[in-house]
């Protein structure tokens, strides 16, 4: 009768075995999915965002373009000084130059909130397997346990 008691006991603790590691598993894979879809997200709204500071940023400067070359055919045409309208158009070229490469430096920076959606995405992975390698310890000691003769 007590070997018939110990081979169910057995049976039971492999049986909880599999179901509490198939569990880990599961736990484990959701989690990690979650953490990829949430970088993912995450990089997909950097992306969007640095396209339409990009878009923003090149559509200033043609119009600012566009606007010099305007105001120096209105300025010829009502006769001002032709070198005070090439002095004016050069400095308005200029200006928005330099306002467009402050603008694209300043685009660079959006990657620099990349950094932590990566970190977050790396702790999260790794917070997953570490809870599962906790798990399936203790199952494995609860199963040897089980096995272990008194």
């Known amino acids: 009768m007590c070997l018939k008691q110990t081979i169910d006991t057995q049976k039971q603790a492999v049986a909880t075995f599999k179901a509490t590691i198939e569990a880990a598993v599961n736990v ?31 559509s200033a400067f043609k119009n600012a373009k566009i606007t010099a070359v305007e105001k120096a055919k209105a300025d010829y045409a009502t006769g001002v000084d032709s070198k005070t309208v090439h002095e004016t158009f050069r400095t308005d070229i200029k200006t928005a130059q330099d306002k467009f490469k402050n603008d694209r430096q300043a685009i660079e920076k959006l990657w620099d909130f990349f950094e932590p959606v990566r970190i977050a995405q790396r702790q999260a992975v790794d917070k997953a397997i570490a809870d599962f390698k906790t798990i399936l310890e203790k199952a494995r000691q609860d199963l040897k346990a089980a096995f272990e003769m008194k």
């Not at 989690?31 to 949430?38: F, G, K, S, V």
């Not at 995450?42 to 500071?53: E, H, K």
């Open 28 to 58: 484990r894979k959701a989690a990690i999915d979650a953490a990829i879809l949430t970088f993912r997200q995450s990089v997909d709204q950097l992306i969007t965002a640095r396209r339409l500071a990009v878009d923003a940023t090149i």
